[in-house]
């Protein structure tokens, strides 16, 4: 079983900046993604914001690319969420999500980014 936290949520105003991080704990597994997703409400969808593989290899959401940078971090299973730039649009709820190559899923319970104008 893994367990997910994160953090780093604020409340902003547009043009700044902001770091979310997630550490994975347990049993995980060397090839693996992790990735976060924003969910404007609990309840509705989540969105992939970005993603990166054990092999470093990233994938962004069109609207992000070129302002948010994710990254692992030093330890086993921390993962980072470079934020520049925040637009009001980034406003939501921000989950981490561990998916190793084989098993079920982990989502974390979420950090609120709150970017006003």
């Given at each position: 079983q893994v367990q997910l936290?994160?953090?780093?949520?604020?409340s902003v105003q547009t043009g700044s900046s902001l770091t979310l991080s997630c550490t994975?704990?347990?049993n995980?597994?060397?090839?693996?993604?992790?990735?976060?997703?924003?969910?404007i409400l609990p309840g509705f969808r989540r969105e992939v914001v970005a993603a990166i593989a054990s092999d470093g290899a990233t994938n962004y959401d069109n609207d992000v690319r070129g302002?948010?940078?994710?990254?692992?971090?030093?330890?086993e299973g921390a993962m980072n969420l470079r934020m520049?730039?925040?637009?009001?649009k980034?406003?939501?709820?921000y989950l981490?999500?561990?998916?190793?190559?084989?098993?079920?899923?982990?989502?974390?319970?979420?950090?609120?980014?709150?970017?006003?104008s």
């Open positions: 936290v994160e953090s780093g949520g604020d994975a704990s347990g995980i597994v060397g090839t693996n993604t992790m990735g976060w997703y924003r969910q302002r948010f940078t994710i990254s692992r971090g030093d330890t520049t730039n925040l637009e009001v980034d406003t939501g709820i981490c999500k561990y998916s190793p190559s084989w098993g079920v899923p982990t989502w974390g319970r979420g950090t609120q980014v709150t970017v006003s």
